[in-house]
Each structure stands twice: as structure tokens, then as C-alpha cells.
């Protein structure tokens, strides 16, 4: 998996002002960075070297990577804008007993916390295809794309008690399925599974706020649901 890394000052302006151009010969962009030749020339050769910039004669161009990386700035202020992260939450139900997949959370944040299954969606893979190898690999239960029906989006904004800061902004896709093979594993990597009702879930403390929201996927499509939530020394 890539990551981005983090830019310099001048590096982030440099990809400022060739957002706004085709391209932009050596002595333009060394004004833009308000710095000396010399370290104005380091700062360019770095984001070259990084696949950021491309140069094309005598001038330079963003490249399709720094196209979708400038893409994401903040032009007013020159800063790579924070973005909520996409994952999957997971409703797996027992056909025959009713009950569902449930974890409970053995790493940080929210140690000990009992939770539908959750995993990031990877970058090109479909909602669908996420589903379908978090599944695997957190449970071993074996699921195709076409077992799962999408049941709708939570927006959901944690804040800190402690100051009202945000801690976390997440934008969960719910899917739901009944339909899969195998058998469940117990231990994975950060936490333990369980089959569980959602009466039992709900009435363990340590369940999150968003949990009955997240529940109605079981029966039917939830729309788009927005929510803020707060937790404190639980985080």
C-alpha cells in the first residue's frame, strides 16, 4: 500500500502554482518558492525525484500523481487539506440463528469496544470487493461481491470531551449479507469475534453511539445518516 508523503513548505508551493498552469519554466517557480536559487533548485529536484513534477524541456509539469496530490490543496493557505476516511462497515447475519458478526476491539483506539466489522477501503478497489476481502480476512468467512446489498452511508464525527476537538471524521458504507461459507475464525490480529443479537450488543457498555444507527442496515437502507458523537479517556 502507497502513502503519501509530506511536502515541504516550499514544495507545496511549488505544486500551487503549477495547478494553475500547463507548465512553468525554472525561474518562475524558484520565485514562487520566495527562496534562494539554490534551495529553490533542491525543492524541485525532490518532487521530481518523488514523481510530483516531471520536467519537459526546459520547463516543469505536474504529473498525473501530483495532479490528484495539488488537487487536494487548500490554495488559500497552502496546505494539503485533511479528508474523512472511507471504510466499510460490515452487518453479517446468522440466516439460521439470527445473530450477528460481532468484534470486540482488541487494539487502539476504543480498546475493548464491541463493534460491527470494519475495514479502510483500498486504493481502486470497489465498496463491494472491500467487503468482500475484510470479510476473509478478519473472520475467514468467504463472501463474493454479489452476496452483499449496500444499505446506505453514516457520516460520523468524533469530537474529544476533553476540548471538543475532532478526533475522527469517518464515512462508514454499510453492507449487509446473510450469504457466506466456511467457518468463523475467533482470533484475528486486534480483536476476537463473536456471534452475538443485537440486544446483547447493545447492552454491553462498551458499544458505540452509532451502533443502532448502523443496526437498521440489517433490515433495510438507512439513507444517508449524519451524526457527531463525543468520547473521552475511552478513545
Not at 529536484?45 to 513534477?53: A, D, F, Q, T
Not at 439470527?98 to 476491539?105: C, D
Not at 449496500?150 to 457520516?155: F, N, S, T, V
Request: glycine share 8%.
Amino acid at each position: 500500500m502507497s502513502h503519501e508523503v509530506k511536502t515541504h513548505e516550499a514544495q507545496t508551493k511549488i505544486l500551487r502554482e503549477l495547478l494553475f498552469a500547463q507548465s512553468i519554466n525554472f525561474a518562475k517557480l524558484v520565485k514562487a518558492t520566495e527562496l534562494e536559487a539554490d534551495h529553490a533548485k533542491f525543492h524541485i529536484k525532490r518532487l521530481v525525484e518523488l514523481g510530483y513534477i516531471e520536467k519537459i524541456g526546459n520547463n516543469y509539469k505536474l504529473s498525473i500523481i501530483g495532479k490528484e496530490h495539488a488537487n487536494k490543496l487548500d490554495t488559500d493557505n497552502n496546505t494539503i487539506e485533511r479528508q474523512p476516511k472511507g471504510a466499510c462497515l460490515l452487518i453479517i447475519k446468522n440466516p439460521k440463528t439470527g445473530k450477528f458478526l460481532i468484534q470486540k476491539r482488541l487494539k487502539n483506539p476504543f480498546f475493548g469496544f464491541l463493534a460491527f466489522p470494519t475495514g479502510k477501503i483500498r486504493w481502486g478497489e470497489t465498496i463491494f470487493e472491500t467487503a468482500t476481502r475484510e470479510t476473509e480476512e478478519e473472520s475467514g468467512l468467504k463472501t463474493a461481491p454479489k452476496d452483499w446489498q449496500w444499505r446506505g452511508i453514516c457520516h460520523e464525527i468524533v469530537r474529544h470531551t476533553n476540548n471538543n476537538k475532532i478526533i475522527e471524521d469517518k464515512i462508514f458504507y454499510v453492507m449487509f449479507t446473510d450469504k457466506y461459507s466456511g467457518e468463523m475464525t475467533e482470533n484475528f490480529e486486534g480483536g476476537r469475534n463473536k456471534w452475538m443479537t443485537l440486544d446483547e450488543l447493545f447492552n454491553n457498555p462498551k458499544h458505540f453511539e452509532t451502533a443502532k444507527i448502523m443496526a437498521g442496515g440489517a433490515e433495510k437502507n438507512i439513507g444517508l445518516v449524519e451524526v457527531s458523537t463525543e468520547y473521552g479517556d475511552e478513545f
